[in-house]
């Protein structure tokens, strides 16, 4: 499985340490509030607002250098939009690698 890191930011920051970790906590903030309103969302039926939180998390996977991550959540939120759970299963495997990583990554 594809492994988050920090090369999309590393790039991003052109070598700036300090906009890299104002980047890196705000996804540290911001990823498992919004992982929590896409399974409240999927968990009631409600999959047009689980379109949008998958929407807003496909953001964080791509920050994270998950090319193929991305790929998935981006067919996933088109699912949804067409009230398919088709590939539910590799998404929350995704955000489940991601919220390892924040955990394991200071």
């Known amino acids: 499985m594809e492994q988050p890191n920090l090369s999309f930011i590393t790039k ?3 070598g700036d ?3 890299e970790e104002k ?3 705000v996804i540290r903030k911001e990823f498992p509030k919004e992982k929590e309103k896409y399974f409240l ?3 009631t039926g409600n999959y047009k607002k689980a379109a949008e939180d998958v929407h807003k998390l496909k953001h964080k996977i791509s920050i994270l250098g998950l090319e193929k991550g991305y790929d ?3 067919k996933y939120e088109d699912n949804l939009k ?3 759970e088709k590939l ?3 998404f929350e495997d995704i ?3 991601i919220t390892t990583y924040l955990k394991e990554t200071l």
Do not use: C, R
């Open 12 to 14: 991003l920051s052109n």
């Open 17 to 19: 340490k300090v906009f």
């Open 23 to 25: 980047i890196f906590k």
């Open 41 to 43: 969302s999927i968990t």
């Open 72 to 74: 998935i959540a981006e």
């Open 82 to 84: 067409d009230s398919s």
């Open 88 to 90: 539910k299963e590799e």
């Open 95 to 97: 955000l489940t690698n």
